[in-house]
T-cell receptor, first 112, second 113 residues
């Protein structure tokens, strides 16, 4: 069973703070990892993807991957109230038809 | 910016009826997917499709489900005899060859009464 685990939250941070979202995965065959943002009743919206160990930065977002620990994280700097959403971590399994396996998501609340 | 589109946005049907959910993937994408999300639960993979064939399907995707690419632009998901437990958001996604990144459509909310 290929699993992706996330803390459901909610994670509450004040406006301007750094939000740190974490994800672990069970399948060492997972090759790439995605962070999607989902507002209530809406579809997943891609924020970032990461393939290699280390950090990848895009604007206020930094994704971190540690394949040895099977751990992925997303940091959001200077958090804004508009960042309040559910953040979904997904692992891509190439040998299984290239499907994405999603975690249950972490609810982020940014308080102004 | 190109995007995946889905119709209808909301479909209400009676149990036992057939429904067809429609998707128009991004035009140069070759890999297509259906996922579903029951209210309050995870996004779950249903099926992947490439070159007019199913690449993989999940255990959810039983004989009541089918997919089709009837023409060069549409990708459909048919549920032959809907059950109450089929009520969910259904998302279509597509990706380019050589890329792992899947782009999701806005979803169709299916309500089975």
């Amino acid at each position: 069973q290929k699993e992706v685990e996330q803390n459901s939250g909610p994670l509450s941070v004040p406006e301007g703070a750094i939000a740190s979202l974490n994800c672990t995965y069970s399948d060492r065959g997972s090759q790439s990892f995605f962070w999607y943002r989902q507002y209530s009743g809406k579809s997943p919206e891609l924020i970032m993807f990461i393939y290699s160990n280390g950090d990848k930065e895009d604007g206020r977002f930094t994704a971190q991957l540690n394949k040895a620990s099977q751990y992925v994280s997303l940091l959001i700097r200077d958090s804004q109230p508009s960042d309040s959403a559910t953040y979904l971590c997904a692992a891509h399994l190439m040998e299984y038809g290239n499907k994405l396996v999603f975690g249950a998501g972490t609810i982020l609340r940014v308080k102004s | 910016e190109p995007e995946v589109t889905q119709t209808p946005s909301h479909q209400v049907t009676q149990m036992g009826q057939e429904v067809i959910l429609r998707c128009v993937p991004i035009s140069n994408h070759l890999y297509f997917y259906w996922y579903r999300q029951i209210l309050g639960q995870k996004v779950e993979f249903l099926v992947s499709f490439y070159n007019n064939e199913i690449s993989e399907k999940s255990e959810i995707f039983d004989d009541q489900f089918s997919v089709e690419r009837p023409d060069g632009s549409n990708f459909t998901l048919k549920i032959r005899s809907t059950k109450l437990e089929d009520s969910a958001m259904y998302f279509c996604a597509s990706r380019l060859a050589g890329s792992d990144t899947q782009y999701f459509g806005p979803g169709t909310r299916l309500t089975v009464l």
